[in-house]
């Protein structure tokens, strides 16, 4: 065996621990897999990993024949080996329990509905006429939209079912969804125990306000319902115990919900969704809503996509449920078409996945909608048609990555700090943001942050006396349980009223809180912040600052189109068309055997096993 202490590949220190020659480029590959983001090794395409291997590693035989015999290698999820192999996949064993335990829950919840559904369609049509009321006539449509009532569709699966999955891209409702199909249930049964919540506070936030702003036609009862909500983060629903991975809420004492709601599913985790569905009864009703288009999670897992892309087709349903929700929709035009139907599927999630594709927000024929969806479809003739100089008021592409530009876009940032009340003040540094796709380098996160600090600095709007300076914008990077705050809050240090710097965040409720700043040891200047970190927040405006290099692996359609659907109102790129064309070329693809296991499910049930 190797020294391992001389090696400073961290992937050859895991491979060198294991004895069995045959294992080490097996388990180097692994190692390497689980830390971009997958959650097992493809056996299947093993040979397309040998140049990822160092010389001194060979693997000589594609498939999962020259593990069968190893000891260290299990073949199912009961034996405490530390690999299992299952479906030509390999897993580290807590990977593939994660995994396992998340379909698992997802097929209770499956038969657990299956006895609720008579009388939940019977509940439905008593409330005909709300539902017509929440989704009435005569909606506007510009050139182009899907005319069909998504939401609509949406909004009756989530009441039927005990699982649902709802996605969509910025702006196409899907808050404004969960809205109505709350307004159905709290209608049905007014004593409902609703959660909400979402991996990061600010995107907590975001709903709360979004549900609570809603102007949806209810009673005012119901209405007093939605102010009641409290959305929190996903780590303060379960209970997070200190300095442990496990929490208060979990399979031996679940959450006592009647229907949880999590939004931005995108962003969570193998483990943390594992966790999740844990702590949920499988009698609840669990609607996970999100946009499959968007970055994965950064730790292992892309599990929201899987389940998305599980089926060949999105909005399918079978003939018997496309009349139910017909039946509620009294205009031909917005009814769901006949081509949605088809004879009943076997696969699980056969009408658990609604698709909404109508954006409220941006039309999908110009500015920031048809640029990102150029971008998550790569059409590269429409993506260079916004490379012309004025091509569009929305998108502007600057090529040359123009100083001038970048300052005159900082420069907003005086509106928050200028404003003296700090609740405000947090609310309009959200106006506009600076993303970034990596961390080093000219066009990083940390020389981006120093640019901006000089510039502001130098022109008299902050004085930079410590690391922590009056109105400096900050990002926390780990959880602070005991002050109730999380991984990707951000926050301003302000003074408080006694002339102490305080770190200053709006919680989900929209109250301050204040922190001392000594307590938050790992927290980041956020005049600038990663494309990652800005999931699950929305801004006025975004500049998006790309590297000069196109071979940077990050750079992916989803990260140009994650950090392009940030922007409400007007996206600025510095990046040239090289470098751009090259992210919509590059797509995440992250291993997984879930798509795999429900299709065996449904060839299962196909052929009586």
């Given at each position: 065996m190797r020294n391992i202490t001389t090696l400073n590949d961290v992937h050859q220190q895991f491979a060198e621990y294991f004895e069995v020659p045959v294992l080490k480029p097996y388990a180097y590959l692994l190692?390497?897999?689980?830390?971009?983001?997958?959650?097992?090794?493809?056996?299947?395409?093993?040979?397309?990993?040998?140049?990822?291997?160092?010389?001194?590693?060979?693997?000589?035989?594609?498939?999962?024949?020259?593990?069968?015999?190893?000891?260290?290698?299990?073949?199912?999820g009961n034996d405490t080996q530390p690999f299992v192999l299952f479906q030509n996949r390999l897993y580290l064993q807590r990977y593939y329990r994660y995994e396992t335990s998340f379909l698992q829950h997802i097929n209770d919840f499956l038969a657990a509905e299956k006895a609720l559904l008579p009388g939940r369609t019977a509940l439905l049509e008593q409330q005909?006429?709300?539902?017509?009321?929440?989704?009435?006539?005569?909606?506007?449509?510009?050139?182009?939209?899907?005319?069909?009532?998504?939401?609509?569709?949406?909004?009756?699966?989530?009441?039927?079912?005990?699982?649902?999955?709802?996605?969509?891209?910025?702006?196409?409702?899907?808050?404004?969804?969960?809205?109505?199909?709350?307004?159905?249930?709290?209608?049905?049964?007014?004593?409902?125990?609703?959660?909400?919540?979402?991996?990061?506070?600010?995107?907590?936030?975001?709903?709360?306000?979004?549900?609570r702003n809603t102007t949806i036609p209810v009673d005012p009862a119901i209405a007093e319902k939605f102010q009641e909500l409290s959305p929190s983060t996903i780590h303060r629903l379960l209970k997070s115990i200190k300095n442990s991975p496990y929490f208060r809420y979990n399979k031996k004492n679940p959450l006592t919900y009647d229907v949880v709601i999590i939004d931005e599913c995108s962003?969570?985790?193998?483990?943390?969704?594992?966790?999740?569905?844990?702590?949920?009864?499988?009698?609840?009703?669990?609607?996970?809503?999100?946009?499959?288009?968007?970055?994965?999670?950064?730790?292992?897992?892309?599990?929201?996509?899987?389940l998305c892309q599980a089926q060949e087709k999105l909005n399918m349903f079978s003939e018997e449920r496309l009349q139910l929700i017909n039946r509620f929709i009294s205009d031909d035009n917005r009814k769901i078409p006949a081509?949605?139907?088809?004879?009943?599927?076997?696969?699980?999630?056969?009408?658990?996945?609604?698709?909404?594709?109508?954006s409220h927000?941006?039309?999908?024929?110009?500015?920031?909608?048809?640029?990102?969806?150029?971008?998550?479809?790569?059409?590269?003739?429409?993506?260079?048609?916004?490379?012309?100089?004025?091509?569009?008021?929305?998108?502007?592409?600057?090529?040359?990555?123009?100083?001038?530009?970048?300052?005159?876009?900082?420069?907003?940032?005086?509106?928050?700090?200028?404003?003296?009340?700090?609740?405000?003040?947090?609310?309009?540094?959200?106006?506009?943001?600076?993303?970034?796709?990596?961390?080093?380098?000219?066009?990083?996160?940390?020389?981006?942050?120093?640019?901006?600090?000089?510039?502001?600095?130098?022109?008299?709007?902050?004085r930079i006396t410590a690391d922590f300076y009056e109105n400096r914008p900050i990002i926390l990077t780990r959880n602070y349980y005991e002050h109730g705050l999380f991984n990707g809050d951000t926050g301003i240090i302000r003074q408080d009223e006694n002339g102490v710097l305080m770190a200053w965040f709006e919680d989900s409720n929209g109250e301050l809180k204040g922190v001392l700043p000594g307590y938050l040891t790992l927290a980041e200047t956020a005049f600038a912040m990663t494309i990652h970190k800005s999931q699950g927040s929305e801004f006025g405006q975004v500049l998006v600052v790309l590297p000069d290099a196109a071979d940077v692996p990050i750079l992916t359609r989803e990260l140009l189109y994650t950090a392009v659907s940030r922007a409400r109102n007007k996206v600025y790129v510095q990046g040239t068309a090289e470098v751009i064309l090259a992210a919509a070329e590059r797509f995440v693809a992250r291993a997984s055997g879930?798509?795999?296991?429900?299709?065996?499910?449904?060839?299962?049930?196909?052929?009586?096993?």
């Amino acid at each position: 065996m190797r020294n391992i202490t001389t090696l400073n590949d961290v992937h050859q220190q895991f491979a060198e621990y294991f004895e069995v020659p045959v294992l080490k480029p097996y388990a180097y590959l692994l190692s390497k897999k689980l830390s971009e983001g997958h959650i097992c090794l493809d056996l299947d395409a093993i040979s397309e990993e040998q140049e990822n291997l160092p010389g001194f590693y060979q693997i000589t035989e594609n498939g999962p024949a020259p593990l069968t015999a190893i000891p260290l290698v299990g073949k199912n999820g009961n034996d405490t080996q530390p690999f299992v192999l299952f479906q030509n996949r390999l897993y580290l064993q807590r990977y593939y329990r994660y995994e396992t335990s998340f379909l698992q829950h997802i097929n209770d919840f499956l038969a657990a509905e299956k006895a609720l559904l008579p009388g939940r369609t019977a509940l439905l049509e008593q409330q005909q006429e709300l539902i017509r009321q929440l989704f009435p006539a005569g909606n506007s449509l510009r050139d182009g939209d899907d005319p069909a009532d998504w939401q609509l569709a949406a909004a009756i699966t989530g009441v039927l079912n005990n699982f649902t999955i709802i996605t969509g891209g910025p702006g196409t409702g899907k808050t404004t969804t969960v809205a109505k199909l709350l307004a159905i249930l709290y209608a049905t049964d007014p004593a409902l125990k609703v959660a909400l919540a979402a991996p990061t506070g600010k995107a907590a936030a975001r709903m709360a306000e979004s549900l609570r702003n809603t102007t949806i036609p209810v009673d005012p009862a119901i209405a007093e319902k939605f102010q009641e909500l409290s959305p929190s983060t996903i780590h303060r629903l379960l209970k997070s115990i200190k300095n442990s991975p496990y929490f208060r809420y979990n399979k031996k004492n679940p959450l006592t919900y009647d229907v949880v709601i999590i939004d931005e599913c995108s962003m969570i985790d193998v483990a943390l969704f594992a966790k999740l569905l844990d702590a949920i009864h499988p009698q609840t009703r669990l609607i996970l809503l999100g946009d499959k288009d968007q970055l994965a999670s950064v730790e292992a897992g892309s599990l929201f996509g899987d389940l998305c892309q599980a089926q060949e087709k999105l909005n399918m349903f079978s003939e018997e449920r496309l009349q139910l929700i017909n039946r509620f929709i009294s205009d031909d035009n917005r009814k769901i078409p006949a081509a949605q139907a088809q004879t009943k599927s076997r696969h699980p999630l056969f009408e658990h996945l609604v698709e909404l594709r109508r954006s409220h927000r941006f039309t999908g024929h110009t500015g920031i909608g048809k640029f990102s969806k150029a971008l998550i479809r790569n059409d590269q003739p429409a993506i260079y048609s916004f490379f012309a100089a004025g091509a569009d008021e929305q998108v502007v592409i600057d090529q040359s990555c123009d100083v001038a530009l970048f300052h005159k876009f900082i420069t907003g940032y005086e509106s928050f700090i200028n404003e003296p009340d700090t609740r405000a003040a947090l609310r309009k540094l959200n106006d506009q943001r600076v993303l970034v796709a990596v961390r080093e380098g000219a066009q990083g996160l940390y020389a981006i942050n120093r640019d901006i600090e000089k510039y502001l600095h130098d022109h008299g709007k902050i004085r930079i006396t410590a690391d922590f300076y009056e109105n400096r914008p900050i990002i926390l990077t780990r959880n602070y349980y005991e002050h109730g705050l999380f991984n990707g809050d951000t926050g301003i240090i302000r003074q408080d009223e006694n002339g102490v710097l305080m770190a200053w965040f709006e919680d989900s409720n929209g109250e301050l809180k204040g922190v001392l700043p000594g307590y938050l040891t790992l927290a980041e200047t956020a005049f600038a912040m990663t494309i990652h970190k800005s999931q699950g927040s929305e801004f006025g405006q975004v500049l998006v600052v790309l590297p000069d290099a196109a071979d940077v692996p990050i750079l992916t359609r989803e990260l140009l189109y994650t950090a392009v659907s940030r922007a409400r109102n007007k996206v600025y790129v510095q990046g040239t068309a090289e470098v751009i064309l090259a992210a919509a070329e590059r797509f995440v693809a992250r291993a997984s055997g879930i798509a795999a296991r429900f299709l065996a499910q449904a060839a299962d049930v196909k052929t009586g096993n």
